[in-house]
């Protein structure tokens, strides 16, 4: 059974900075992709970053050149580096990887998630 954990939500500062990390376990295979998503009170669920196994970055416009993305493939873990944060970045940031299809786990998997508030 695979398991994702994020960690390091917290209330925060408006132009603050936080670091949430996300580790998992249980297959021996590198995910193809890791990504966070968050969602908001109200709003769907979306895509804040994505990497992939050889590095390519993806960032959603709201948060480019804010936000950090990156992951240790050793560990199966995924990094997101926010700074000058915003209350509008306020939402539950959820944890996301995709084992590969040649293993018996294969398929799309996703944490409990991890609250993020920014308010003074």
């Known amino acids: 059974q695979v398991q994702v954990v994020e960690s390091g939500g917290d209330l925060v500062q408006p132009g603050g900075s936080l670091r949430l990390s996300c580790a998992t376990s249980?297959?021996?295979?590198?995910?193809?992709?890791m990504a966070w998503h968050r969602q908001a009170p109200g709003k769907e669920r979306e895509l804040v970053a994505a990497?992939?196994?050889?590095?390519?970055?993806n960032y959603a416009e709201s948060i480019k050149g804010r936000f950090t993305v990156s992951r240790n493939n050793a560990k199966n873990t995924i990094f997101l580096e926010m700074s000058r944060l915003r209350p509008e970045d306020t939402a539950v940031y959820y944890c996301?990887?995709?084992?590969?299809?040649?293993?018996?786990?294969?398929?799309?998997?996703w944490g409990q998630g991890t609250q993020v508030t920014v308010s003074s």
């Open positions: 996301y990887v995709q084992i590969p299809r040649a293993s018996a786990l294969r398929g799309d998997y």
């Open positions: 249980g297959s021996r295979f590198t995910p193809n992709v």
């Open positions: 990497i992939t196994s050889g590095g390519t970055t």
